[in-house]
């Protein structure tokens, strides 16, 4: 009933990029030339059983649902050809579906299936569905399903000492898919990038930021300026010393990416501090791991009530381990001190364990060998994940210059799609 696998060949595991995505390299393109001609001869074996097709590659026994399968069917009645979307639910696969044949053909294996969708979805008794065989490489495994996402993917901790300034040109950014691609690595390992020669516009800042994706608009407008204004709604906005913290940690998505360009400073003071929060968790993990543990199981109130906005979230100082995020996202840091409301349901035993565990914390974020500081100049420009690094401003005096920075958000989806774009055209460097 079940033919043997014969034919040994298949198609590109990447997708065609469109004449407005990014072309390939020489050298990607002859490793997926080299990854084409050896794929199909990896299968060595193939054998169903009561609930699944068990596939042998050369180094990886997979293991695929007949459920999963057929809610995953690839063919143009399944699978919408340009939207690439699904045109039947999950809820639609009887739970018994079985095949009735299985072989190989070409490139793709096929299999048909014993019975329709549930529901009445217009789907032959006979369905057949088509595989390429990329596609059931790609998901031979939880592993090579993380690395077709990126997702085994790990961040780079520094503390002062240990971040490199590297300059990114403007125009490097602006018109190279290898600036693109370097900043976007940068972001994701370091959390802290800077880029040289931004044009001294007001636009120059969003212009950046979408450059990666679209702005994320909050109450404060597309952008913002911060400079010392008089009756401030917003400490940023004084000339006084802002301690680390990240932005907008009251909303239900804080943004995931920040960035301010420095359009004026002839103050005296006002360098920008930053701190890798991650560092710091894992000091606190290794040195005080009942700390750790209390600050990731006690939600923190944020708020922001001023200027006619009630703004409230809760949430733990360290986030770890969400399993919806995908690995090489699944942490983050929720540290705003100067927005932070009151904690009105610990007691007072509750209360104490978390100020112990709060303030070792915060010993680690203040200790100057975590402290990178740097003035930026006008036509100097800094991203920065809000989620992991913690910014701040050193103290100015107001009426020794003028200081004005022009900032706006993305969210952290925007990183995450182009991080995998690029990466998945270029490859991804740990080094940058």
Not at 47 to 61: F, G, I, R
Not at 263 to 275: C, D, E, H, K, P
Request: charged share 25%.
């Amino acid at each position: 009933m079940f033919a043997a696998i014969k034919s040994r060949s298949f198609r590109s595991a990447l997708n065609p990029l469109s004449k407005n995505s990014l072309s390939f390299t020489a050298a990607s393109a002859t490793a997926a030339a080299r990854f084409q001609s050896t794929l199909a001869k990896q299968i060595h074996d193939t054998s169903l059983t009561e609930d699944a097709l068990h596939v042998k590659w050369a180094n990886q026994a997979s293991t695929y649902s007949f459920l999963w399968l057929r809610d995953n069917c690839q063919c143009p009645q399944c699978l919408h050809p340009s939207s690439r979307q699904k045109l039947h639910s999950s809820a639609d696969i009887p739970l018994d579906i079985k095949p009735i044949d299985f072989k190989i053909l070409g490139e793709e294996a096929e299999i048909t299936w014993d019975q329709p969708l549930r529901h009445g979805k217009n789907d032959a008794n006979s369905h057949v569905s088509r595989f390429p065989l990329e596609f059931l490489k790609r998901y031979e495994s939880s592993k090579s399903s993380e690395e077709f996402r990126f997702n085994h993917l790990v961040p780079q901790t520094w503390k002062a000492d240990e971040y490199k300034l590297d300059w990114i040109s403007y125009d490097d950014y602006m018109n190279t898919d290898e600036g693109l691609h370097t900043v976007v690595q940068r972001l994701y390992n370091k959390g802290l990038v800077f880029l040289k020669d931004v044009p001294l516009k007001d636009e120059a800042c969003t212009q950046v930021a979408e450059r990666i994706g679209p702005i994320q608009e909050t109450f404060y407008g597309r952008d913002f300026d911060v400079k010392n204004v008089a009756k401030s709604i917003n400490i940023a906005y004084t000339s006084l010393y802002l301690g680390f913290h990240m932005d907008l940690m009251y909303m239900d998505s804080p943004p995931g990416i920040q960035l301010l360009h420095s359009l004026q400073n002839t103050v005296t003071g006002g360098a920008s501090i930053f701190v890798d929060s991650f560092r710091a968790v894992e000091l606190l993990k290794e040195k005080h791991p009942q700390d750790y543990e209390i600050l990731r199981k006690t939600p923190v109130t944020f708020h922001y009530l001023n200027n006619g906005h009630h703004m409230y979230y809760k949430r733990p100082t360290i986030v770890t381990g969400e399993p919806q995020s995908g690995p090489a996202w699944d942490s983050h840091v929720n540290y705003a001190p100067q927005f932070q409301g009151p904690m009105d349901d610990l007691t007072p035993a509750e209360s104490k364990q978390f100020y112990g565990a709060f303030q070792k914390f915060a010993d680690f974020i203040e200790d100057d060998s975590l402290r990178y500081q740097l003035t930026l100049q006008p036509g100097q420009l800094v991203m920065f994940a809000n989620r992991r690094v913690l910014h701040g401003r050193t103290s100015f005096d107001p009426t020794s210059g003028d200081r004005h920075l022009k900032g706006t958000y993305l969210n952290l989806d925007s990183l995450k799609d182009k991080l995998r774009v690029l990466s998945q055209a270029y490859g991804y460097d740990a080094s940058v």
